[in-house]
């Protein structure tokens, strides 16, 4: 894996970026007491997204080998967007490393914790983490937690996938058996049906829970048209109820 994580000018013309990298001059920052007394909350809440730039070889052989390592996974964030009177949600793949009990394609699921975490933390020292762990920030005010994640290189990481989604689709084929809009329309209906079955048992919701009902709310009928009727009946209401709206 290439370990460049400065790939563009863009990169370089983030103000907030640049301030991080003055920082990673002092890697203690990524060890610091602060990680060790949380021990590991961004790590039991998903694994880290990859960024283009982890990868050598971003072509499909060169990435079927990555993801046959067995701690990876494509996964889709979900894109909403409004014309014609009407709401339009698109995913966009892109890679992360591999959470609990998901298979090599997580297009649309409840986000468990990092199947590589450890007891002892990271197994990857910091220079050979995934950018995206590289660049949540643990920060601790006063006695709350309040890491910073720099959203804008967030975006960069989402912008630099848009790129490669010809071959992340083959490659959804090639694990799958499924068209993308196929498997992304079973795994959608898959988790509205588990979604259900919690809500009429639960007392509250889950950061990650509510995030998903953010994304049905906009979901066309093609899209849902696997979840059981009654199902996505109820996350409709609960988005509802809760007011949950995207930003567009
Ligand atoms: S980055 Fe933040 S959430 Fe993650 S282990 Fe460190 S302190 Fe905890
Ligand atoms: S790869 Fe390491 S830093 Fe990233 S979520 Fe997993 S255990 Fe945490």
Redesign the pocket.
């Known amino acids: 894996m290439l370990k460049n994580h400065f790939p563009s000018k863009e990169y370089l013309e983030n103000k907030e970026v640049m301030e991080f990298y003055h920082n990673f001059e002092d890697k203690s920052i990524f060890e610091n007491e602060c990680c060790q007394e949380c021990k590991?909350r961004?790590?039991k809440k998903?694994?880290?997204s990859y960024y283009v730039e982890d990868f050598e070889d971003l072509s499909l052989n060169g990435l079927k080998t990555e993801l046959n390592k067995g701690d990876k996974s494509i996964v889709s964030t979900l894109e909403v967007s409004y014309a014609n009177h009407r709401y339009c949600v698109s995913p966009i793949l892109m890679i992360r490393?591999r959470n609990e009990g998901r298979g090599v394609v997580d297009l649309f699921s409840e986000k468990t914790r990092?199947s590589?975490?450890t007891k002892d933390?990271?197994?990857?020292s910091f220079e050979n983490?995934?950018t995206g762990?590289i660049m949540l920030i643990p920060f601790k005010n006063g006695s709350e937690f309040d890491c910073k994640t720099l959203e804008t290189a967030n975006q960069i990481a989402i912008d630099g996938w848009k790129r490669y989604q010809k071959v992340l689709s083959r490659l959804v084929k090639y694990y799958t058996g499924r068209s993308l809009d196929e498997r992304l329309k079973e795994e959608v209906g898959h988790t509205i049906d588990a979604l259900a079955s919690y809500l009429l048992t639960a007392p509250s919701y889950t950061t990650e829970q509510v995030e998903l009902l953010g994304n049905i709310q906009y979901m066309n009928d093609d899209l849902t048209a696997y979840a059981r009727p009654d199902a996505l009946a109820l996350c409709k209401k609960a988005s509802t109820a809760l007011g949950i709206y995207r930003s567009i």
């Open positions: 590991g961004c790590c998903c694994g880290c490393v990092c590589l975490l933390g990271c197994p990857y983490r995934p762990g």
